[in-house]
């Protein structure tokens, strides 16, 4: 399967979950060419954040910046999307056949470029430099931890999708500290290939795969009902503690 295959995407990969509230701290403005949502006040470290396909612009993903920004970074957020966030008001089962003709628009090739864009400045005007992403956004994150030399120092993977086993011994190679936030109920991060990631990774220092039991894919960024949110918040401060140990 390649990694633009669409048949890697489910159900719970469009579903937008439950929208969160507040107001985000941040802004938007253009870094390295790329619109992005920007915040946090940290010189030193940065976090760089690939989003799944709600975009830059998603209240959720904003105000999930925020908290990592909070832990003492500056996050970005860049749009990666050349048509734009795919559009799932009003979500029904014809999503999917809309996701195929959105995903042709905005293939992860390009989205890979213009991440690896934002992390090269990232690496320029930061000491520390991470990455977060969710979904299809690990896609991005897991191409930067292949790179050699890779811009980051670590990475968060959120439920991935897009990966494949040909990624496995490249991510063991570059030996990077990973932390796998896994759904219970997936259908993208089988069961095999997470075995493989975890067999590979047992022996590479700070890779861990943290459990959140009676979740579903997507529940990161776009919980839905009372576990959901409790695990999305668990995992949350599970990524602020890591991202702050190996700043």
Same mark, same amino acid.
């Given at each position: 399967?390649?990694?633009?295959?669409?048949?890697?995407?489910?159900?719970?990969?469009?579903?937008?979950?439950?929208?969160?509230?507040?107001?985000?701290?941040?802004?938007?403005?253009?870094?390295?060419?790329?619109?992005?949502?920007?915040?946090?006040?940290?010189?030193?470290?940065?976090?760089?954040?690939?989003?799944?396909?709600?975009?830059?612009?998603?209240?959720?993903?904003?105000?999930?910046?925020?908290? #990592?920004?909070?832990?003492?970074?500056?996050?970005?957020?860049?749009?990666?999307?050349?048509?734009?966030?795919?559009?799932?008001?009003?979500?029904?089962?014809?999503?999917?056949?809309?996701?195929?003709?959105?995903?042709?628009?905005?293939?992860?090739? /390009?989205?890979?470029?213009?991440?690896?864009?934002?992390?090269?400045?990232?690496?320029?005007?930061?000491?520390?430099?991470?990455?977060?992403?969710?979904?299809?956004?690990?896609?991005?994150?897991?191409?930067?931890?292949?790179?050699?030399?890779?811009?980051?120092?670590?990475?968060?993977?959120?439920?991935?999708?897009?990966?494949?086993?040909?990624?496995?011994?490249?991510?063991?190679?570059?030996?990077?500290?990973?932390? /796998?936030?896994?759904?219970?109920?997936?259908?993208?991060?089988?069961?095999?290939?997470?075995?493989? #990631?975890?067999?590979?990774?047992?022996?590479?220092?700070?890779?861990?795969?943290?459990?959140?039991?009676?979740?579903?894919?997507? /529940?990161?960024?776009?919980?839905?009902?009372?576990?959901?949110?409790?695990?999305?918040?668990?995992?949350?401060?599970?990524?602020?503690?890591?991202?702050?140990?190996?700043?």
């Amino acid at each position: 399967m390649s990694a633009s295959s669409p048949a890697v995407a489910c159900d719970k990969c469009l579903r937008p979950g439950d929208m969160q509230e507040g107001t985000p701290a941040g802004r938007i403005e253009q870094y390295a060419g790329v619109e992005c949502y920007v915040t946090g006040q940290s010189k030193e470290a940065a976090i760089l954040y690939c989003t799944d396909i709600f975009g830059h612009k998603f209240i959720n993903h904003q105000l999930l910046a925020d908290k #990592f920004a909070a832990a003492g970074f500056t996050v970005v957020i860049p749009n990666n999307f050349k048509s734009g966030p795919m559009d799932t008001n009003g979500y029904s089962v014809y999503a999917m056949d809309k996701f195929f003709v959105w995903l042709a628009q905005n293939p992860v090739e /390009f989205a890979g470029e213009t991440s690896k864009r934002v992390a090269t400045q990232l690496a320029t005007d930061y000491k520390s430099v991470q990455a977060v992403g969710f979904c299809y956004g690990a896609r991005q994150v897991v191409d930067l931890v292949k790179q050699s030399p890779s811009p980051l120092k670590a990475a968060v993977l959120y439920h991935p999708t897009f990966l494949t086993a040909e990624d496995v011994p490249a991510v063991k190679q570059q030996a990077l500290p990973l932390l /796998f936030h896994c759904a219970a109920k997936e259908e993208i991060f089988s069961a095999e290939l997470r075995a493989q #990631f975890e067999a590979e990774l047992k022996d590479v220092p700070g890779c861990k795969f943290i459990d959140y039991p009676g979740t579903e894919h997507g /529940f990161g960024a776009r919980p839905e009902g009372e576990l959901a949110h409790k695990s999305s918040a668990e995992a949350a401060a599970n990524s602020c503690a890591f991202f702050a140990q190996h700043k």
